[in-house]
């Protein structure tokens, strides 16, 4: 009996009032930029965590049974995937005031 069922990616797009975004820097341009940083740094994060967590699965000779019987790692690889993507959590955290940034035209007036 075959599963038919394919699960299919939500998608739930939302839009964004930019003069929102432009409010927490007073541009646009820096508010993307600090986003960008920070959507990076999630991502280098998720990165380093997955690959430890799957590291705990490797082996150092891997034969034809080990890796299509796996299904530990084809969970952990799954939920990652599920997980909201680093843009968007980055978004998040920008607009409720998560987010530390400084900017260094502001450290050069002051002196």
């Given at each position: 009996m075959e599963n038919n069922k394919v699960k299919?990616?939500?998608?739930?797009?939302?839009?964004?009032?930019?003069?929102e975004l432009e409010e927490v820097t007073g541009n646009i341009y820096q508010t993307i930029a600090i986003m960008s940083k920070r959507a990076n740094q999630i991502s280098s994060n998720m990165k380093e965590e997955l690959q430890g967590k799957l590291e705990e699965f490797a082996s150092d000779h891997d034969n034809l049974e080990e890796i299509f019987e796996n299904r530990e790692q084809i969970e952990i690889s799954s939920h990652y995937e599920r997980l909201p993507k680093p843009t968007l959590k980055a978004i998040e955290e920008m607009l409720n005031d998560k987010i530390y940034y400084r900017s260094t035209e502001e450290e050069s007036a002051e002196e």
């Open positions: 299919k990616p939500v998608t739930a797009a939302i839009s964004r009032d930019l003069s």
